[in-house]
């Protein structure tokens, strides 16, 4: 069985289209609305259901992001004990997505 890595999976996961807005939605959570200027990121409680199911988006929809799961630098930090989602924007730089993030589509 072929995994497709580049295509939103059809397991519990929804796109919608409405007023120049396409929102995708997993487990009734929306984790990716974008227009043609702006995207917006919002992750799961799991870092790994979030990253797959944006870069499947991104892949999709040809966004130009790419999500990756980073270990915080700080071991000793209450963040360290959790992995955390960075994204890698179209315009090369990269940030944490934290509990969301919007940028230039």
Request: aromatic share 6%; net charge positive; hydrophobic share 35%.
């Amino acid at each position: 069985m072929k995994i497709h890595t580049d295509q939103l999976g059809k397991w519990q996961t929804k796109v919608s289209r409405k007023d120049g807005t396409t929102t995708i939605t997993y487990h009734d959570s929306v984790i990716v609305t974008f227009t043609e200027s702006e995207v917006t990121l919002r992750p799961l409680t799991s870092a790994a259901a979030s990253m797959r199911r944006m870069n499947q988006a991104a892949a999709q929809f040809d966004l130009g992001y790419t999500v990756e799961i980073r270990k915080a630098k700080c071991p000793m930090c209450a963040a360290g004990k959790r992995p955390q989602l960075w994204v890698r924007k179209p315009d090369g730089s990269s940030e944490p997505v934290g509990t969301g993030i919007t940028f230039p589509a």
